[in-house]
């Protein structure tokens, strides 16, 4: 069974680019049909899908996040990445990476999360 | 369109049936999948597709879809199915998941 474990900085500061990294175990990255996708959750709200990238390395972004978003694969640590430029404290949130297996399928795997904060 | 609406709260008594439902323009093109969320924990997909369920989700739960409206049931609500659930799908670019606001399910 797949697991994802996110990784990531500690507490950031405004302007600052934010990098999380995704490790994905059980399973390969490059196995085909999978989308591997960002999303995150404000305090006490509800869920923000950020972007994908699929395994051949193709990306879609939330336009609402698009140019400060960048999602990339290091397939031979079997992992994907996340990084947002200029964060500010609306960034904010605990950061999931997800596996969806197939177009549309629902994400079926998720890491834990993880808890950006943005402060001055 | 690129909302998904469910509303905010709903609560069902022990061992009864409760539906939460999802609108959304795309879903007259697109499936739902439905999640559940306890506190602190990351989100369970409990159904996708037209209706089926991920293994190990019990099969009290349950999906439907008609025109733009999409149904999570949970047939015999109990004690550990209180939770958070949202609804997902794609919005009419195709490319774009989008997640709705979520509801609260009490079981009292």
């Known amino acids: 069974q797949v697991q994802l474990q996110e990784s990531g900085p500690g507490p950031m500061k405004p302007s600052q680019t934010l990098s999380l990294t995704c490790s994905v175990s059980?399973?390969?990255?490059?196995?085909?049909?999978?989308?591997w996708s960002w999303i995150r959750q404000h305090p006490g709200k509800g869920l923000e899908w950020i972007g994908f990238?699929?395994?051949?390395?193709?990306?879609y972004y939330n336009p609402s996040l698009k140019s400060r978003v960048t999602i990339s694969v290091d397939t031979s640590k079997n992992q994907f990445s996340l990084k947002l430029s200029s964060v500010t404290a609306a960034d904010a949130a605990v950061y999931y990476c997800?596996?969806?297996?197939?177009?549309?399928?629902?994400?079926?795997?998720w890491g834990q999360g993880t808890l950006v904060t943005v402060s001055s | 369109s690129s909302e998904l609406t469910q509303d905010p709260a709903v609560s069902v008594a022990l061992g009864q049936p409760v539906r939460i439902t999802c609108q959304g323009d795309s879903l007259k093109t697109y499936y739902a999948s439905w999640y559940q969320q306890k506190p602190g924990q990351a989100p369970i997909l409990v159904i996708y597709?037209?209706?089926n369920r991920p293994s190990g989700i019990p099969d009290r739960f349950s999906g439907s879809n008609s025109g733009n409206t999409a149904s999570l049931t949970i047939t015999g609500a109990q004690a550990e199915d209180e939770a958070d659930y949202y609804c997902?799908?794609?919005?009419?670019?195709?490319?774009?998941?989008?997640f709705g606001g979520g509801t609260k399910v009490t079981v009292l």
């Open positions: 059980g399973g390969s990255i490059n196995s085909g049909g999978f989308y």
């Open positions: 997800a596996r969806e297996s197939g177009y549309n399928y629902g994400f079926d795997s």
């Open positions: 597709g037209q209706n």
């Open positions: 997902n799908s794609r919005d009419s670019s195709g490319y774009l998941a989008l």
């Open positions: 990238i699929y395994y051949r390395g193709t990306t």
